[in-house]
């Protein structure tokens, strides 16, 4: 059996191999195209292989073929004695093919240079393949520590190898603004470098009395966005409003409530009390933002955020109170769910519907709008029940930040213990929702909050190999058999090996 991960739907060994040669060449419909261009590009990288446009479909090596017979995302693989047939309605099933064919050949075919001593023999196979959720998503908080674009782009790749379609970019929050807004270039002169870091919990950590900063260009996001659509992944960008928004206040004091005060990019974790103030100002200011980033990030959702907004600061504010009473809004829960409303109605005015967090239920959203429900299921729960569509990502077991075992040489805790098999365990749609709210669950993502997580190489030993396992969950449905699935990703660490990404090990921490 080829131990492929997300395990596919149905899969039938033909009991032979096809080696793949120097003179192999592919053919394929028009609209697959763009997975051709990826097909080919991975197989040159590491076989060295040509791979010419075959002018016979019949005699090509690796044929593609659209057929509208299949659902968005599924795929057909054929594997035989001397072809390669991927049959898929659209580049994205094509492209999950393509990842999943990668996943019958040497787990060298990973690698970025060519190797030579491979026999590149393709398991002879029948797989018939589809998603069981739409939205199949990883959350990465650039905000706290920046990662640079290649790690971006480089983190995509490995999205993509596991069948995920969506990535959840968390740009700003109060340590850091990561985007760039030619209207106001304060947010990334000022807002995307802090003076330092705490080291540890925001609890006992000391400062580590080095600037951390950065941010993408807006070349860097047009990049980026089209290297992940070409690889099936969709990007939701997300600023996070009105709280964890210090940052951009410190570039912009009048977007707070103490524009006289002095402020500071954040140094430290946990939620600060620089909240944005409720003048139509700071609205339009955001709408503007916004405005920009559409122009950047064709998805239909955008991120909107909406989580953990102290309201103490509004309710000592008098000018925040009489705006309150001029608009007639009872409490300061009203008050955060007018300011979201009016971004959400400027993003539908612009045909895309707003994703945030679950304090979103806490208001009234049109119709349309998606919650993520990260704090348990319940905001999951309340959402469908609402008739609103929602993605799950409660953080336990789907918070990617927090320790992988009770080893004390884990890397700094964060809250409680999500290891592998409860990752594996994850169920995205709440027990309690009728079939009817079953299906308004798009999907999940795990989340990657980065408050303790420096750098590429530290993202990848959070993310894996728990990521696959939730690709799993995402992909082949929920309450697969954990052991089957320990099994498979033995070969699937290789695989990983050969991509360079520093993994949790079963044996324990890293001892770096
Ligand atoms: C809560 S989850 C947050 C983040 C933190 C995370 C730490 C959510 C919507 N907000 O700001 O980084 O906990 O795990």
Redesign the pocket.
């Known amino acids: 059996m080829p131990d492929i991960i997300p395990r596919p739907r149905r899969l039938v060994v033909g009991g032979g191999t096809l080696t793949l040669t120097a003179d192999a060449t592919i053919s394929a419909d028009a609209t697959l195209w763009p997975a051709v261009r990826r097909l080919r590009r991975q197989l040159q990288d590491s076989t060295g292989f040509e791979l010419p446009t075959a002018t016979d479909p019949a005699v090509a090596t690796f044929h593609l073929r659209a057929t509208e017979t299949l659902p968005a995302e599924a795929y057909r693989l054929t594997v035989d004695g001397s072809q390669v047939r991927i049959e898929a309605a659209d580049a994205s099933g094509a492209l999950h093919a393509i990842h999943t064919l990668l996943q019958l050949m040497p787990p060298q075919v990973h690698r970025r240079a060519v190797v030579q001593d491979v026999d590149w023999r393709i398991t002879q196979v029948v797989i018939e393949d589809e998603p069981a959720f739409v939205w199949r998503g990883v959350m990465l908080?650039v905000a706290?520590h920046f990662l640079p674009k290649h790690d971006v782009l480089r983190f995509i790749d490995l999205a993509a190898l596991h069948r995920l379609n969506t990535f959840h970019w968390h740009l700003t929050?109060d340590q850091g603004w990561r985007v760039q807004i030619h209207r106001y270039p304060r947010l990334t002169e000022i807002a995307s470098w802090r003076a330092e870091s705490i080291v540890g919990s925001e609890l006992t950590g000391a400062p580590d009395g080095r600037p951390h900063g950065g941010f993408y260009t807006q070349d860097d996001i047009r990049e980026v966005v089209a290297y992940a659509a070409e690889r099936g992944i969709t990007i939701v960008p997300e600023i996070d409003l009105p709280g964890?928004s210090q940052a951009a206040i410190t570039a912009y004091p009048q977007l707070g409530l103490h524009p006289d005060r002095p402020s500071q990019v954040l140094t430290g974790?946990g939620?600060s009390s620089d909240v944005l103030n409720l003048e139509e100002d700071t609205v339009s200011f955001f709408c503007n933002v916004f405005d920009e980033l559409l122009e950047l990030f064709p998805g239909p959702y955008i991120g909107v955020g909406g989580?953990?907004c102290p309201k103490e600061p509004w309710r000592q504010h008098p000018r925040t109170q009489q705006l309150m009473r001029e608009r007639g809004l009872a409490d300061e829960v009203q008050a955060q769910a007018w300011f979201m409303g009016r971004i959400v109605e400027h993003l539908a005015g612009r045909g895309r519907k707003a994703f945030g967090?679950d304090e979103l239920l806490e208001g009234s959203v049109p119709d349309g709008t998606l919650v993520?429900s990260?704090r348990g299921m319940t905001g999951a729960l309340a959402a469908v029940r609402r008739g609103l569509d929602v993605v799950s990502c409660p953080?336990t077991p789907a918070?990617l930040?927090?320790r992988q075992s009770d080893d004390p040489a884990e890397p700094i805790p964060?809250?409680v213990v999500n290891d592998l098999q409860r990752v594996y365990a994850f169920r995205p749609v709440p027990a309690a929702a009728t079939p009817e709210q079953a299906r308004r669950v798009r999907g999940g993502q795990g989340?990657i909050?980065t408050?303790h997580i420096d750098s590429a190489r530290v993202v990848d030993y959070f993310a894996f190999p728990r990521l696959a396992a939730l690709a799993e969950v995402l992909w082949s449905g929920p309450g697969g058999d954990f052991d089957d699935f320990t099994g498979r990703l033995e070969v699937h660490l290789r695989r990983l090996d050969e991509f360079g990404v520093e993994y949790r090990r079963s044996d324990g921490p890293r001892p770096w």
Do not use: C
């Open positions: 908080d706290r929050d964890h974790w939620v989580d953990e967090w993520a990260w953080d918070y930040d927090y964060v809250g989340n909050w408050e």
